[in-house]
């Protein structure tokens, strides 16, 4: 079966007793026993629960594992593949990823953790010690986009005995598959593409090794921030347009870059290429709230991956855990903006960045600043 024609059939052929096509919200937090010492497969919903299980072997997969997990935010599935280290354990991060990852790993479970360019093979080499455990890598980075090798990076972490983890939100198993790549492990903050409508909170791994799968899943159980079953519904509903949203995304996204990197209030444009996420620098930090007060069919709000176009301001929502002086070095500036690029049509994206940033049209400043705190 082709990729698009697995996400087309996500949760497919769930319930034999009905014949539904769509897969059935199984709303129950336990399961009646045929008898003593016997189980359906379904004893618990923290443990296993039909909705979340279609879900779970959607994305094995679609990812090329031989498990996946459900949880309740990427947040969660990241804080349970965290714990497969111990205070001992060292773990190299890409350097410009996700603010929240950063808050998790240095401000919350202290991890020993180096942070590198991981779009640099040697800078992954060089930070490894003798008890590094893993390396964590976002490809694209967020914000700044910048890509890995990741089987140069799979490479490195095989030879120093470590796992490699891959982010994969940004792109998803359409444009990139990073256990195929040599990963050993893969997470999403299915918030984002996999669900794709900017409706729910949900986060996924997907593993290949079998010794692996099964430690996840006993933390995954043991620590309980599971996917429930309604979510996990939204999440496959997503999925099964998946390939189409991805492609509309990237066409969108190519577009609305080659028409910011001409624009003369554009300082920088960070495309990769690829998927539907950029983000641009203006030539002024003082047009920011201009622009975010301006923009009409562009939504300011955080998060990405829906199919509405929606503009983030870094500094103060995604990335604002990361100490100001360290976003500077970063390149995370205060004239930086992000933008997931919907499905719209992209004429009318490209129309209401123009009115937002030449101010022409219904230009107003914000009745507040944008909030000081992320999430
Ligand atoms: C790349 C990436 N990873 C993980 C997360 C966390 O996911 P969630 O918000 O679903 O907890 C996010 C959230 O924005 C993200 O962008």
């Known amino acids: 079966m082709k990729l698009a024609t697995a996400f087309v059939h996500a949760g497919v052929r769930r319930d034999p007793a009905t014949g539904a096509v769509a897969v059935p919200i199984y709303q129950s937090a336990t399961f009646q026993h045929p008898a003593l010492g016997q189980s359906t497969g379904y004893d618990y919903s923290r443990t296993k629960n039909p909705t979340r299980s279609a879900l779970e072997e959607a994305l094995a997969k679609l990812e090329g594992g031989s498990r996946g997990l459900a949880f309740s935010s990427g947040m969660a599935a990241l804080h349970c593949a965290l714990q497969l280290f111990g205070p001992d354990d060292h773990l190299v991060l890409t350097e410009d990823l996700y603010g929240g990852t950063y808050r998790l790993v240095d401000r919350i479970l202290h991890v020993p953790c180096t942070f590198v360019d991981t779009a640099r093979p040697d800078a992954v080499r060089a930070a490894l010690r003798p008890n590094t455990r893993a390396i964590l890598v976002e490809s694209p980075t967020n914000p700044l986009m910048k890509t890995a090798d990741l089987p140069a990076i799979a490479d490195i972490a095989r030879k120093a005995g470590a796992l490699l983890i891959v982010d994969n939100t940004f792109l998803t198993p359409w444009l990139q598959r990073p256990l195929d790549l040599g990963a050993d492990l893969v997470v999403h903050s299915a918030t984002k593409y996999l669900a794709g409508h900017n409706d729910t909170v949900a ?173």
Not at 226 to 249: C, F, N, S
Not at 332 to 351: P, T
Request: glycine residues 10%; aromatic residues 4%; contains cysteine.
């Open 203 to 375: 986060g996924a791994l997907v593993v290949k090794d079998e010794a692996l799968a099964e430690r996840l899943t006993y933390l995954q159980n043991g620590i309980g921030a599971i996917l429930g079953p309604q979510d996990a519904y939204l999440v496959i509903r997503g999925l099964k347009t998946l390939a189409l949203r991805m492609e509309k995304h990237q066409a969108n996204a190519r577009r609305v870059a080659a028409w910011l990197g001409a624009h003369p209030l554009v300082d920088r444009v960070f495309y990769p290429g690829m998927g539907g996420m950029l983000s641009f620098t203006l030539t002024d930090a003082a047009l920011v709230p201009q622009v975010l007060g301006a923009v009409q069919l562009c939504l300011f709000a955080e998060s990405l991956g829906g199919v509405e176009t929606l503009i983030t301001y870094p500094a103060t929502q995604t990335h604002a855990d990361i100490p100001a002086a360290r976003r500077e070095d970063l390149g995370i500036s205060d004239r930086l903006l992000r933008l997931s690029v919907g499905i719209e049509d992209v004429h009318d994206i490209v129309a209401d960045l123009a009115q937002a940033l030449e101010g022409n049209l219904h230009s107003r400043q914000l009745r507040h600043p944008p909030a000081a705190h992320g999430s």
